[in-house]
């Protein structure tokens, strides 16, 4: 934040913090200290305290071998990975007819898809419960995945939007003129060029339907729940660091995705902004 002098004595100066530079400290604090005391807590031979009082791995392995959190890890996998892929999919033709749209009808319709992430996630949650319930009249794995891929759709919109905005219609173009088809122009062609930020989209929403806890909870069958509603009924009965370990796995797995968007397309692909 500030870089640092070194003066003709050989001593280091290091210079006073602006109130920007201490600012931004205390937010990237606020951000990741919670994850730091989970990870602590993990490491903690007996209670859930931070500091650690005494270092062990046990409770990291065994959160690898309970069986109902393996149980919920898998089913929230499962739920993610069809939720992010379906999403995608989705996405790609939306996304791609918006580019050709007028830039004003193109913002109604980009707003219109974040729709998701601008309502208070419990009562996009409640309202979706009463929808399903009342076209379904049950809850189960089938509607859970409804619910996700209607809450991960806007990232997969919006990334691959991103990357179609630097999108050059002559290529396109080239490929027409020599004779090549729709489908063979777009899969020569446009996926090619866009497939970062259609991978990005996928990360991104698989990371938000794995994490996902409002929708989950109203629309989860009882005999499938995914791993962050088997944390919460843990956590009513039991206080132990076996579910900070489990939480610790979740934030490292979720963390190397973003590592992978980062390496992809930078993670400002999401803001609008290619690297």
């Known amino acids: 934040m500030t870089a640092t002098t070194t003066m003709s004595s050989g001593k280091v100066r290091w210079p006073l913090p602006t109130g920007l530079g201490i600012a931004a400290s205390c937010a990237f ?18 209670a859930m305290f931070f500091p650690p009082r005494q270092l062990t791995l046990h409770w990291m392995i ?3 071998t309970e069986g109902s959190f393996v149980n919920g890890a898998l089913i929230s996998f499962v739920v993610a990975a069809v939720a992010a892929t379906v999403s995608t999919l989705f996405a790609l033709p939306v996304a791609l007819q918006l580019r050709k749209a007028p830039p004003a009808v ?3 319709l980009t707003l219109s898809f974040m729709g998701p992430l601008l309502v208070p ?6 309202a979706l419960y009463s929808v399903m319930m009342y076209a379904f009249g049950v809850t189960n794995l089938f509607i859970l995945m409804i619910g996700h891929v209607i809450i991960t759709m806007p990232y997969p919109v919006r990334t691959i939007t991103a990357v179609t905005e630097h999108l050059d219609p002559a290529l396109e173009d080239a490929a027409s ?3 090549a088809s729709p489908w063979r122009t777009f899969v020569s062609v446009t996926l090619p060029l866009i497939k970062p930020g ?4 996928f990360l991104f929403a698989f990371i938000t339907s794995w994490n996902d806890f409002s ?3 109203f629309l989860t069958p009882r005999e499938l729940q995914p791993l962050p509603i088997k944390i919460y009924e843990y956590l009513l009965f039991q206080y132990r660091p076996i579910i900070a370990a489990v939480s610790t796995w979740s934030v490292i797995g979720s963390a190397i995705i973003v590592l992978i968007i980062d390496r992809l ?7 609008g902004r290619r690297a």
């Open 265 to 271: 397309v930078g993670l400002n692909v999401f803001t």
């Open 177 to 179: 003129s020599v004779g």
């Open 121 to 126: 996630s419990v009562i996009f949650a409640l």
């Open 106 to 108: 193109a913002r109604i």
């Open 62 to 64: 065994a959160a690898l």
């Open 198 to 201: 259609v991978i990005a989209g």
């Open 215 to 217: 929708i989950s909870v």
């Open 29 to 46: 604090i606020f951000v990741v200290a919670p994850l730091i005391v989970v990870a602590g807590a993990a490491l903690n031979a007996e």
